[in-house]
């Protein structure tokens, strides 16, 4: 694996660029891909188009600061789309991409008003380098003729999506955050995105060239995670028969994120606190004093003060991770953002299955709004995704989303919510019982979004007994 060193001074994006809206126009989907991600991990508010009326149309409903054209495409090209632009916003900033370039075509791009004109291929550098200047031009033009550009707050940060008050705080926690080289716990439910901050944090700080390893603390046994932590010499056990690095030698340089930390056995809490100590550690079975240098984002949906006085979590470990808290609210706590992360989940499922499904019904909307969501922002896209592949429309109906009956749903269908007479003739009672546990268990996978150990929270068991269970049933 690369072990180049990280660079000593990668600046953090300018705070007054994350808002910026931009709109990448392109009839490849690879390129469009290419620059979403790029421009989305500069914290800016990036949408797509795949040709030029469709680009005009999302311009009609709301301006954007700045469009990003390639020049060649089918019906429309980037001057036509430039031309039109600068009639309805001429504030607006256009940078214009091509595999064909000549001088002729950058002296037309500049007479209607583009701001800069890159060829393909194109340094990644550069083109962050262009926007950066795009976005500081129209602002300072704007302040010139006397007018304040108001920058809206954004609706996203990275793979983060919401508008509510209690978001835009840890957007504006992240970068600053990631600025440090401080130990960072993140907590809240299941399913409300804590991994999404910390993939952020990671990819907004000097550490973003480095790898970030993830490692969840409660899905592993106890000798197998210790190994994936800190790896193992050979002839440590039965079946080392190499030298294995762990994932903290991996991350050299990077990003740690362990997820749910409040499973993490007493026994490696007392190896993790001297990692966080001394920045060392040994591999299974070996002597020597490995060094690394890490950083660690540490998620969990428990209550580790309350852990730390039950004595089940180490209090002195607790306040190594716990130097910068960082808190996720539950989707129920946060309805206004139900509607934009319905409509992103709409869009993304509806392209991947290639179906012309737009929008959701105003009536499905406020189901979903009135839903409680005990699986957070993982059950609702879980419950879009089944709508878009159920829907036959253009539009999500509430049929389709399985909730108006919801909760009547689970109450007819529980094997437990009465007893029937016992038959005349018997019944066989290992096989009912069979059924009834097969429902539960399902229902907890379900509710927990596929994560193991909270499904085993929700039953009362131990880990170890579900997967026993899973094993038995095949599930």
Known sequence: ?????????????PKDTLPARILVVDDEEGMRDFLTILLQKEGYTVLAASNGEEALRMMS?????????????????GIEVLKRLKQRHPDAGVILITAYASAQTAVDAMKEGAFDYISKPFDVEEMKEVVRGALGKRKREAQARGRVVEEEPPSRFGKIIGVSPAMRRI???IPKVAATPTNV?????????KELVARAIHEHSPRRDRPMVT?????????????????????????????????????????VFLDEVGELPPQLQVKLLRVTQEK?????????????????????????????????????????????HIH????????????????????KYAKEMGKDVQTLSSYAMKILQDYPFPGNVRELENIIQRGVALEQSKIILPESLKLATHKQQIRSASPMEEFPPLPQEGFHLDEWLEKAERWFLSQALDRAGGIKTEAARLLGISFRSLRYKLEKYQM
Do not use: W
Not at 226 to 248: C, D, H, W
């Open 328 to 347: 996720m609210p539950p989707l129920r706590e946060r309805r206004e953002d139900i509607p934009l992360l319905a409509q992103h989940f709409l869009e």
């Open 1 to 13: 694996m690369d072990q180049e060193m990280e660079r000593p001074n990668s600046p953090a994006p």
């Open 171 to 173: 957007f504006e926690l």
């Open 61 to 77: 409903d709301k301006p954007f600061d700045l469009i990003i054209t390639d020049l060649k495409m089918p019906r429309m090209d």
């Open 280 to 324: 060392r550690f040994q591999r299974i079975g070996g002597s020597e004093e490995i060094q690394v240098d890490i950083r660690l984002i540490c998620a969990t949906n428990k209550n580790l003060e309350e852990e730390v006085i039950q004595g089940r979590f180490r209090e002195d470990l607790y306040y190594r991770l716990n130097v910068i």
């Open 185 to 193: 716990l993140i907590t809240g439910e299941s399913g409300t995105g």
């Open 215 to 255: 490692i969840n603390c409660g899905g592993l046994p106890e000798n197998l995670l210790e190994s994936e932590l800190f790896g193992y010499q050979k002839g440590a056990f039965t079946g080392a028969v190499r030298n294995k690095p762990g994932l903290l030698e991996v991350a050299q340089g990077g990003t």
